[in-house]
């Protein structure tokens, strides 16, 4: 039973334009969402996070929506560098487990120069 | 540069073999967690701890267990490695408080299990 699902295994796109990473979620419990980026051989690194009363967190070239009634979060990057190829993976949490995560099954970015 | 340290990039075992997976963190954090990574399966939850000699099972604890003597380490045990265990592990730390879900991993090891 997937709580957190990222339902497109790979994405490419050119350099300079807009990446759309999507996940939805099915436990309407989650109040907290967080991005993660991994590059091959190392672990996940933060990138940005967003609480469910908001529906928008911006930092610098990250942007995550979070669209509560569809239970649809979003990270968009502009614009992508080659730098931004990763696995992109989306978690979520819920007050009654805190500090515990679920992660839905990850992306790959490959951003073409 | 604080840090989450797994002892091994790389392990190769045997069947049936115990096997000790080792983390430290130099954070002081109070929760550690045990992940494991598979190619279209995501981070799956193996085991965490709140606090020193507590533990709590995650969403995949068969076949594991784990040990918190110090605030600072948290062990992964394969009591007896099967085939299936052969994956990417990760640990993470993390402070308390929903403010701080922001979990900080180490490496990775990758176990293959022969």
């Not at chain 1, 805190?98 to 099954?105: D, M, R």
């Not at chain 2, 954070?27 to 507590?54: A, C, T």
């Not at chain 2, 993470?92 to 180490?106: M, Q, T, V, W, Y």
Request: net charge positive; proline share 4%.
């Amino acid at each position: 039973d997937q709580q957190v699902k990222q339902n497109s295994p790979s994405l490419s796109v050119q350099e300079g334009r807009i990446s759309i990473l999507n996940c939805d979620y099915t436990n309407s419990m989650f109040d907290y969402f967080l991005w993660y980026k991994k590059y091959p051989a190392e672990g996940p690194t933060f990138l940005i996070s967003i609480s469910s009363i908001k529906d928008k967190n911006e930092d610098g070239r990250f942007t995550v929506f979070l669209n509560k009634s569809a239970k649809h979060l979003s990270l968009h990057i502009v614009p992508s560098q080659p730098g931004d190829s990763a696995v992109y993976f989306c978690a979520a949490s819920a007050p009654s487990n805190t500090g515990k995560l679920i992660f839905g099954q990850g992306t790959t970015l490959q951003v073409k120069p | 540069d604080v840090k989450v340290t797994q002892s091994s990039r790389y392990l190769v075992k045997r069947t049936g073999e115990k096997v000790f997976l080792e983390c430290v963190q130099d954070m002081d954090h109070e929760n550690m967690f045990w992940y494991r990574q598979d190619p279209g399966l995501g981070l799956r939850l193996i085991y965490f701890s709140y606090d020193v000699k507590m533990k709590e099972k995650g969403d995949i604890p068969e076949g594991y267990s784990v040990s918190r003597e110090k605030k600072e380490r948290f062990s992964l045990i394969l009591e007896s490695a099967s085939t299936n265990q052969t994956s990417m592990y990760l640990c993470a730390s993390s402070s308390p408080g929903r403010i701080n879900e922001k979990l900080l991993f180490g490496s990775g090891t990758q176990l293959s299990v022969l």
